[in-house]
């Protein structure tokens, strides 16, 4: 994925640089596409639970999570840029969301933290070894990975012909990134069985017209762990 890219994404969509089409995406993703992809995490987590959008971008999904369910949110992207879009969402929607500058790649935050690890829109931007360590990455610190790509389907085609169409500028703005790619549920579903889940839950879901899969992966044994540190009497003891 080719970050400078990202860095001015999110200016186009939102802001005073933003254009008529990028504020018309930015109101799709926001009203119909968020949305969608919160029911599809309140599948996943308990509410009220810990959640963490790991390559959030604008977090809507996340933003109507804790709109509907209260959940507790920390919203964490590369760019400070992504951020400052969540924080101004979360003010117009009066929910309240945490907010971290951090990598995917190295997440900043203890073993198993959250009920839920999850991002939209994100996985199909990295390659495959890439995304399986990021997978692993989720995995640590949550106790479900989930993610929401595109599908791998035809009806995807028209939108790219007709932003091709109308120039660079609106190009960038539905291409997200630069690379990525679109997904069968089977070649999305196999990439949480790679990062070594117990058990992958798998679904294709529609939304403002178009096709997104999702993947699930739970830990049903628990992982052996390092022995515990035990204070006994001011002393410390293995146990
Ligand atoms: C397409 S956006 C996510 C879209 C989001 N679901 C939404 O609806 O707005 C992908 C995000 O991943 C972020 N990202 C890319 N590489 C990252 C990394 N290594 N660590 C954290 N975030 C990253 C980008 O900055 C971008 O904001």
């Not at 995304?131 to 995995?139: K, S």
């Not at 889940?197 to 762990?225: H, I, K, L, N, Y």
Request: net charge positive.
């Amino acid at each position: 994925m080719s970050l400078v890219t990202w860095e001015t994404y999110w200016d186009g969509q939102h802001g005073q640089q933003s254009s008529a089409v990028g504020r018309w995406l930015f109101r799709l993703r926001e009203q119909r596409v968020g949305v969608a992809y919160a029911r599809v995490a309140m599948r996943y987590a308990p509410q009220r639970g810990r959640v963490l959008e790991a390559g959030c971008g604008s977090a809507v999904g996340s933003l109507w999570l804790a709109k509907l369910r209260h959940d507790e949110i920390v919203a964490l992207d590369i760019f400070l840029r992504a951020l400052e879009v969540v924080r101004d969402r979360a003010q117009v929607h009066q929910v309240k969301v945490g907010l971290v500058r951090g990598d995917l790649r190295g997440l900043p935050f203890p073993d198993k933290t959250f009920d839920l690890c999850w991002n939209s829109g994100t996985l199909e931007h990295f390659y495959h070894d890439d995304v399986i360590a990021l997978i692993r990455e989720m995995r640590r610190v949550s106790k479900v990975a989930l993610g929401i790509v595109p599908a791998q389907h035809p009806i995807w085609s028209w939108p790219l012909k007709i932003a091709r169409w109308m120039g660079p500028k609106v190009e960038s703005l539905v291409l997200e990134g630069g690379y990525y790619r679109l997904y069968r549920e089977r070649e999305f579903r196999v990439l949480f069985e790679e990062a070594g889940f117990d058990r992958v839950e798998s679904m294709t879901m529609w939304s403002a017209g178009f096709p997104f899969v999702v993947a699930a992966g739970f830990e049903v044994a628990p992982r052996p762990q390092a022995p515990a540190t035990r204070h006994v009497a001011g002393t410390a003891a293995r146990g």
